[in-house]
């Protein structure tokens, strides 16, 4: 493990865009920085492209260039990543298939399907815990109070969540402060987490939200994900607006790995 490092990164190798979506998933809201990749060629592509070393690697067996146990042989035989913890992923739960994964250099075994408590638990348990803090809490106790406004009113009310893929620490608190500058009083600007902005519009509908989305795009760097939540269209409360943004912000970014998969086979 890599001194004075504030996260933990994590490689997940799984040519199935669902699984390495839910690793994604579940481990980011740990507070890990999660990097995927479809294939044994890319995740390569991906360890030799860093300066710092990955500290867990999570992957499937059945590779459609390459089987896990090899993967992780080739892997292992290299000095700088003989100690980093390998986790196997596979629907084979049988004692041959465990006896070749600890014998490749693998430490730990999880069964398709898993929990995500599971998950969390062996990850945990190889390279420690990383959970931060984020203001969810805070932005449902601020939609509550919107939402009862708006019921009272008939009006709508717009959440917007931007999630930026990567890392952008120290940079967040920036790029919030721009777009507060750009839109009205009455609107608020969350830092949810290091990744993740929150934007609440009282009294805008999905096309007034669509126009902020535009406006804002210009002050945010790197590949940033959008979803919109419409009080009373896509939930009746905090909870279901919350709820919708995060589902359609998981299916755009899954839709956005399905091209990139697809233009990799065309290539």
Known sequence: MEEGKKTKDILVVDDSVLIRLMVKDILGGEGYNVVAAATSEEAVRKIKSRKELFDLIIVDINLPDQNGFEFIRNLKSEEKYRHIPVIILSIDATVPSIKRAVEAGAVDYLVKPFKAEELVKRVV???GSVKKEDRYPELKDLLKKEVNRARRSNTNLSLILAHC??????????????????LRDIDAVFEINENTLALVLPVTG?????VVVKKIQGELRGSWRYAISIYPDNGKDE???IGFAKESLMKEESNSSQEDDKEKEEK
């Open 125 to 127: 348990k190889l390279v």
């Open 206 to 210: 999905r096309e007034g939200a669509e």
């Open 239 to 241: 909870e279901e607006l």
């Open 165 to 182: 893929e990567g890392k952008i620490a120290g940079e967040i608190s920036k790029i919030a402060g721009k777009i507060r500058s750009k």
